[in-house]
């Protein structure tokens, strides 16, 4: 009986979970358009490996960082920028006149120019000696294979030719083959010492290069974590502004930034408040500073134009309809 009364809980959550509207709603081809022209365009230029042991990895990285990019950003198709470069030579030249020039044909606010390295760590043998518990041993050996890509790139300003973001980013990830477990710890003893010998080397050696010929999968989502890392910088450098449409109670409330500006469950939005103008007796110059009015964290995206934010009570409080909100 009981059996069957956890079978239909499990039944009716799964009915539940089924049926409940989703955290993000894709936006519509139309919604997509309308936000177009309040973002910012960026074109991908080049995605170097010039130096990387391993070959292959500027499409991943390519691809990366498009997903990075998309949806706060507007694109440059890539076709249309290999073909601008072709046609005008503009890898012959590396100069501010460059940058404004290839900008303006690209039709785009910012060019960035990146560089891929990969490589893959030397594998190694790992173990696991466990305590024994009522006589009994436990212990594992294994192989692990790890892989590293380091991703750099640089954001250049067209209308100024300054570098307006550079950073370096490092993403890792390894995979274990070959796992043994044993329950006679003499056994193991044995199998870890042959395992140190030059044989086993000599093996890991080979499944080295057999990964390296096949641009494993390790690579591949030791790059995926690079250029994920990039995603927080370039929001926080590059931020995107909202209005509250409308205070929803006492801590959700209504922005008008949704999943066609590429937000998602879980980001931060932030409305800032600003203080009395300064004026700096040294320089002359008058700065308006400005401090956190409210912290926000988005828990629903409800369309491609929209989306519902929540904060503490103290936040919501102070916060009025027509408010500025920045994703950063």
């Known amino acids: 009986m009981k059996v069957l009364k956890f079978v239909c809980c499990v039944v009716v959550l799964a009915l539940l979970w089924g049926c409940a509207?989703?955290?993000?709603?894709?936006?519509?081809?139309?919604?997509?358009?309308?936000?177009?022209?309040?973002?910012?365009t960026v074109a991908i230029i080049e995605i170097s490996e010039k130096g990387?042991?391993?070959?292959?990895?500027?499409?991943?990285?390519?691809?990366?960082?498009?997903?990075?990019?998309?949806?706060?950003?507007?694109?440059?198709?890539?076709?249309?920028?290999?073909k601008v470069m072709a046609e005008r030579k503009f890898a012959e030249?590396?100069?501010?006149?460059?940058?404004?020039?290839?900008?303006?044909?690209?039709?785009?606010?910012y060019l960035l120019f990146g560089s891929a390295m990969a490589f893959f760590n030397r594998p190694e043998i790992k173990h696991y000696k466990g305590k024994k518990k009522d006589g009994k041993?436990?212990?594992?050996?294994?192989?692990?294979?790890?892989?590293?890509?380091?991703?750099?790139?640089?954001?250049?300003?067209?209308?100024?030719?300054?570098?307006?973001?550079?950073?370096k980013k490092v993403g890792e990830m390894s995979r274990e083959e070959g796992k043994k477990h044993y329950n006679d710890e003499?056994?193991?003893?044995?199998?870890?010492?042959?395992?140190?010998?030059?044989?086993?080397?000599?093996?890991?050696?080979?499944?080295?290069?057999?990964?390296?010929?096949?641009?494993?999968?390790?690579?591949?989502?030791?790059?995926?974590?690079?250029?994920?890392?990039?995603?927080?910088?370039?929001?926080?450098?590059?931020?995107?502004?909202?209005?509250?449409?409308?205070?929803?109670?006492?801590?959700?409330?209504?922005?008008?930034?949704?999943?066609?500006?590429?937000?998602?469950p879980g980001d931060k939005l932030i409305i800032w408040e600003e203080l009395a103008p300064i004026r700096d007796p040294k320089t002359g110059v008058v700065t308006v500073p400005k401090r956190k009015k409210a912290i926000l964290k988005v828990k629903k995206?409800?369309?491609?134009?929209?989306?519902?934010?929540?904060?503490k009570r103290k936040y919501i409080r102070v916060i009025r309809v027509g408010d500025t909100v920045f994703t950063h």
């Open 186 to 264: 003499e056994e193991f003893n044995e199998a870890l010492d042959i395992a140190t010998k030059t044989d086993i080397i000599i093996e890991l050696a080979n499944i080295f290069v057999r990964l390296r010929k096949e641009n494993s999968r390790i690579l591949s989502q030791a790059m995926e974590k690079a250029t994920e890392k990039f995603k927080d910088d370039l929001r926080n450098e590059f931020a995107q502004t909202g209005q509250v449409l409308q205070i929803l109670s006492e801590k959700e409330v209504v922005i008008n930034l949704g999943s066609a500006y590429g937000i998602k």
């Open 301 to 311: 995206v409800t369309s491609g134009l929209s989306c519902i934010a929540r904060g």
């Open 52 to 82: 990387s042991p391993v070959k292959g990895v500027s499409e991943s990285a390519f691809s990366g960082l498009e997903n990075a990019l998309a949806g706060h950003f507007n694109l440059v198709e890539r076709e249309k920028v290999l």
């Open 21 to 40: 509207p989703p955290l993000i709603v894709a936006p519509t081809k139309e919604e997509l358009d309308a936000v177009r022209r309040f973002k910012e």
């Open 137 to 167: 041993f436990t212990g594992s050996i294994w192989k692990e294979l790890k892989g590293t890509c380091e991703l750099n790139i640089k954001i250049v300003d067209v209308g100024s030719g300054i570098v307006r973001y550079a950073d």
């Open 93 to 109: 030249r590396d100069d501010v006149e460059r940058y404004t020039e290839l900008g303006k044909l690209l039709g785009a606010d």
